[in-house]
């Protein structure tokens, strides 16, 4: 299981947000305050998740998913209020909603690679799969994300995995 970092500006939110992680039986094993920090943690370790800010002091969360070494995933909590997936990068809107949130990172932890960093045919398969969960189930691209992402965490098995029984049953 992959360990937790938590760069965030206020303290006293890093430390709410660990024992949210921590009460569900996550592993933080560092709280830091500026993406430099994160980013200095990660390099001596081999994989993990980084949970921060959308915009910390010294840099913001794309900033951070660009530089964190390979198989590191980052969430980024975003005053936004959108939901997004860029690469290794997800964004959640605030305010949380807890259980949107545990599973997102309980998803990232128990996977051995990074996440979100996918190759191209695992993309497509994914891609694919959302497009009939949205033509079938009129979904919107989010909504059959966040399927895909709850039936891999309830099966144990890879996201693109799940795509492919998907497009495997509906083709």
Do not use: W
């Not at 992680?21 to 200095?40: K, N, P, Q, R, W």
């Not at 915009?55 to 969430?75: K, N, S, T």
């Not at 691209?141 to 891999?152: F, G, R």
């Amino acid at each position: 299981m992959k360990s937790i970092i938590i760069a965030y500006p206020n303290r006293d939110k890093a430390i709410r947000l660990r024992n949210v992680l921590e009460t569900d039986g996550l592993y933080v094993s560092h709280i830091c305050a500026t993406g430099a920090s994160a980013l200095g943690i990660a390099a001596d370790m081999r994989c993990g998740v980084i949970v921060c800010a959308s915009i910390l002091h010294d840099m913001g969360a794309a900033a951070i998913a660009e530089r964190v070494p390979a198989g590191f995933d980052v969430v980024a909590l975003s005053k936004s209020g959108r939901e997004e997936y860029l690469g290794n990068l997800i964004s959640l809107p605030l305010p949380l909603i807890k259980d949107d949130f545990l599973r997102t990172v309980e998803i990232l932890v128990a996977t051995e690679s990074s996440f979100t960093n996918r190759n191209l045919e695992d993309s497509e398969y994914i891609s694919n799969a959302k497009a009939i969960l949205m033509s079938l189930n009129s979904m919107s691209e989010m909504q059959a994300h966040k399927y895909l992402q709850s039936e891999s965490m309830k099966k144990g098995i890879k996201m693109v995995d799940v795509a492919k029984n998907i497009i495997s049953k509906f083709s």
